[in-house]
């Protein structure tokens, strides 16, 4: 007997189809079963607010999740970094697949680098993560920008510069890539000068709890690397009581000495938005193989963080 198909549950971005299908196809590949899409449209997509005052965390991602409640849908894939840090108990992140490019990347006219900005320029980005950070390089290299906020999908963003009313935009360049775009970059910004989202790059692939076979099946896809990394960063972002749209950066990368993985580093950033403060710290452990351990890694990254002022810089965080 066949089993019917299995229901993806998608956003209708071109972002979210992008992911959708490439998950859809390798979900195909383990399991031998039909994925059918199943396009549901969040509150994230109508909204014309600005996000920040929609409240950030999770207006992507609440619809999937209501659908998956609803049983409607039988998994959901979102972006990591969309997820907030508090996970439901009835519902399983059974897999996160290898990330991709973590960093942000600027698009901007006649080909710059952020380096190569003329005086004034307006860059666009509403997210107080990148304006921190860019203001914060600004100031440090005599540059004056001017981070204007901006809203919509990459095609959207993208094409405040290519109209002229923008001198260049910030954005992942994992979004770039999934869509297609990613030869429009005219600068990949060092994770040095700009700390990308808490699981920037990575996928969560998300199912109803009590579906275990489901759950299991899924988890084949599953990168033991990435999950340890981004749990890292999120949960240096859970202990900085901070959300989704707070100017908290973050990353986890494995130090290797030649072949042979040594270590997990986490690196941490909070800023005000105009770049006057940052709190850039650094940590290294041994390769979490639980959790628990990677869980553990990032609450201390935050514990230094906080000791060093960090809660102070969050004052306009979540808005
Ligand atoms: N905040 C929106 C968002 N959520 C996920 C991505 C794509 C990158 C990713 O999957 O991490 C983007 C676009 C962007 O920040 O440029």
Redesign the pocket.
Request: charged share 10%; hydrophobic share 55%.
């Given at each position: 007997m066949t089993e019917r198909a299995l229901r993806l549950g998608t956003r209708r971005s071109k972002?979210a189809m992008a992911q959708s299908g490439q998950v859809a196809e390798a979900v195909q590949q383990v399991t031998g079963r039909t994925v059918e899409l199943v396009e549901i449209t969040t509150y994230g997509d109508t909204s014309r607010e600005h996000l920040a005052q929609i409240g950030g965390t999770g207006v992507f991602v609440a619809a999937l999740r209501d659908a998956l409640a609803r049983d409607e849908v039988d998994f959901a894939v979102h972006?990591?970094?969309?997820l907030p840090t508090a996970q439901p108990d009835e519902l399983t992140l059974a897999a996160v697949p290898v990330r991709e490019d973590p960093r942000d990347i600027m698009v901007a006219r006649d080909g710059m680098t952020f380096p190569e900005l003329p005086e004034g320029a307006r860059v666009g980005t509403g997210s107080p993560r990148r304006m921190a950070q860019l203001n914060a390089y600004a100031r440090s290299h005599g540059m004056t920008i001017e981070t204007v906020p901006i809203r919509g999908n990459?095609d959207t963003r993208i094409g405040y510069v290519h109209k002229g009313e923008l001198d260049a935009v910030v954005?992942?360049a994992?979004?770039l890539s999934r869509v297609g775009r990613i030869d429009e970059v005219t600068d990949f910004l060092s994770v040095d000068t700009v700390l990308p989202?808490p699981?920037?790059?990575?996928?969560a692939i998300e199912c109803a709890a009590h579906n275990a076979s489901l759950a299991a099946a899924l988890a084949e896809l599953d990168d033991p690397y990435t999950r340890a990394a981004v749990t890292a960063e999120r949960s240096l972002l859970a202990a900085l009581e901070a959300g989704c749209s707070a100017p908290v950066g973050a990353l986890a990368d494995l130090l290797a000495d030649g072949q042979i993985v040594k270590e997990m580093r986490l690196r941490g950033v909070v800023g005000t938005t105009d770049g006057s403060t940052l709190v850039q710290l650094s940590t290294t452990g041994p390769v979490p193989k639980t959790e628990t351990q990677a869980m553990a890694l990032g609450r201390e990254l935050a514990a230094e963080m906080l000791a060093k002022g960090a809660a102070g810089l969050m004052g306009e965080r979540a808005l």
């Open positions: 972002l972006s990591l970094k969309d990459i954005l992942a994992a979004g989202a699981g920037q790059g990575a996928l």
